[in-house]
């Protein structure tokens, strides 16, 4: 049974969240009453099913990067699709202290073309 979700928010935040919900409050005795009691966390049942959509992505120069302010650096990202399905869309988070410029890759066609 899972009890718990742990995972990586953006890939970079690390996230975890209870699957159970706290059971009732139980009354039917004084005791019960007096104290605070509940009955056992109640949870949910979870069907998973396997990834089929898998992007994997790294710097190809993998060095900290060091910038002073208005100063540029060119970084190449590797991406490599490691599912068994094509990925339709894909996202690029950054902060608004970053400026993302995305080029085509020389080797990569224009659209349309065969």
Known sequence: MLTELTYKFLASIPCSESLGARGRRLNDTSVQRQEKTYAPDVFVEVETEECRQRLDASFVDDQQVALIQGERKRLELWVNN???????????????????????????KPTGET
């Open 82 to 108: 490691t599912g068994v399905e094509d990925v339709n869309e894909v996202w690029m988070v950054s902060g608004p202290e970053n400026v993302v410029w995305l080029e085509k890759s020389a080797t990569e």
